[in-house]
DNA sequence: CATGAATGAGACTTCATTCAT
DNA sequence: GATGAATGAAGTCTCATTCAT
């Protein structure tokens, strides 16, 4: 033991990334006030102490996380939009299921639930995702609308809630699969829905009377 | 102090109401950890120690809160599907609108807000609140969906996944008056959202241009 | 109901009674600080306001129920050594067996528990009971062996340390019914006891073998 | 407050025990309900926050404190009875002086009150200290008793009554000291009661008059 | 007299945060 | 940088006590 060699070396600069990581978790999981330092100190395999090394309070700790995790979520938006805008009607499938992938790789559910639970005591935090995240999402979509109308392939309309119609039944659906799929909720094939959604968005549920 | 006013005065059945209603505007503000006792008895203006005469814990409190404010919601539901089932096409628009209409009557994103940020901590009410509420709205709207592909109305297809195409936009509105909307979000006027959604599910978006 | 005949009729008077009575029986069994003044009431089948018709405070009541019990007590006492004293060695097994009896009717040893566990706490209640049924139980004694003593039946010695000896196991006989049985000792015989430490008392454990 | 006294200095490995040493005194003062967690934190010289660095709740302070407090009681007896069993004669003295002894160096008349007043509280409490503390100090009186009635030293008679006869006047004056003294009661001097009931177990209180 | 309803004071307990090492 | 030990502040809950009826 004396003189031995050391079982392990920190990866000193890895810290704080475990931690965000172990916090994001816990946070997504319990909310802000149910959530114990010493839970996600235990989670990321540091002391509660550790954790002021990088972050000055809990608060801190947890806007790092939200406005962290935030950043990536965007750069996932952003392919879906970029380049050549095609026809609307080829762009809506794709749009709808690059949103049903991204839930599949992030904890998009748990993030959610997190910020809207969270949104009355870190205004900030609902803000920051709001401008960084929503907004940003909703108003490419918005934009693909304007220029779908003017392009005259989609009806008159305000672009605005058009993106609701498009936007709410995924996130609904990812919500569903976070709060209600646990709850003895069955589960939601975010694929299927995003399909047939599609399907909606482009020619309506009904079959043929129009009117 | 000699012959001034009484204390307290006693307002026996009313109390235990009052303090739900109290309980119900904060757990729904700030979530059930973050919710203080001291909050909940000043706005419903008892001491702290009167709760604990009607509820056993601050769980039992938020149980009860989330339990008690889930049978109006019920029955707020039931006059929009009740009576002869007319065509989907018209039903659609008064659907809609009757949920724009519920949401203005009680807290409904509050009350979501607080469901979903809880849904883990307390996954007796998630599932309280997913069989009571969600699934009964969701299992009234996929039955008309049902008749109405019998009748040839609507197109095959998933009509759970047709619920959410119909329920996601209307519960997103509400989940963005909620959280956005305080965090600088643009408002949005549920009836027009109603409205033209309603539309959505009928036409689809596109002018003419099928595919 | 209106001008009906009242189902019952209080017994006014009994009331106090019935209280201290159910306040002797928690107290003895839980201590002051443990008992509840709920508890206290239900057993006496009236409303915790209701002791405060009777007893000004918790404290009071507790003093009211240590003192009450107090006299019965020594009343008891009293046929032990009135009347002509007859030979010491005569008088001693009847002592003995009269401790026996007594603990038989009433709670002896729930009561010398609660006197004991709460002598720091009420110091008065321990005066009490010392000086109303300890030491005056201890001066008959001292009384009985300083007579024989003089009589030249008992030999020299501290009359005070032999009142120990006499009364000690049998107190000892108590406290072990009270405590060490329910706590899974094997039960004791107070009758058997006074017997035996009655012939121990006149003759010693030896056989012979004076040293 | 710059280059001060630091605010607390560690004692690490003492901290429990000193913890433990507060807690016995305030428990065998004032039994466990009435005993305040801010007074043994007081009197460890410690925050109340930090008796739970060491014990989970109030209830396992207290238990630990009586199981803790056990050991070293058996210890102390062992000695008392251990080597080559003399004559029966020559033990007595010897083994109510140890505990004479005994009481001098341990507040044993605290603990005994505490564990009397708790026993229907902590019935755990109440079993540990008989079945490690007296129940062993009993069986080795027992033990020599039926020794010495083999060897024709002691009369007949049950064996565990005898060990009462023997234990019983010096508990009383444990419980006497403890309770009685300060109530006013004139002090007791135990190894006078031992040496005089050693008397008392050998030849019986009376001069000649057998029978 | 008796009580259901209500409360103030205070207890135990938790937890984010800090300090000496 | 990292941590075990410690704590202040605050929260939930209990309970003796009081008040209007």
Not at 60 to 86: K, M, S, T
């Amino acid at each position: 033991m004396a003189d031995g060699e050391p079982r392990w070396r920190r990866r000193k600069t890895a810290r704080p990334g475990e931690i965000l990581e172990a916090a994001l978790a816990v946070f997504a999981d319990k909310g802000f006030a149910a959530a114990r330092l010493s839970d996600i100190a235990a989670k990321a395999g540091v002391s509660k102490a550790a954790l002021y090394v990088y972050f000055e309070t809990k608060t801190d700790l947890f806007r790092a996380v939200a406005n962290q995790v935030a950043a990536p979520n965007i750069e996932r938006l952003r392919p879906l939009v970029d380049g050549e805008p095609g026809r609307f009607a080829e762009m809506m499938p794709v749009i709808l299921s690059g949103i049903a992938k991204v839930a599949e790789d992030m904890p998009l559910g748990g993030i959610a639930k997190m910020v809207i639970g969270e949104s009355r005591n870190f205004p900030e935090i609902a803000s920051v995702w709001r401008e960084a995240v929503i907004e940003r999402a909703l108003s490419m979509i918005v934009q693909l609308v304007e220029q779908a109308q003017k392009k005259g392939e989609v009806r008159a309309g305000d672009p605005r809630l058009y993106g609701l119609s498009l936007l709410g039944p995924m996130i609904m659906g990812v919500l569903w699969t976070e709060v209600a799929v646990p709850a003895g909720g069955a589960p939601i094939d975010l694929h299927k829905l995003a399909a047939q959604h599609a399907g909606v968005l482009m020619d309506g549920m009904l079959v043929e009377a129009r009117r």
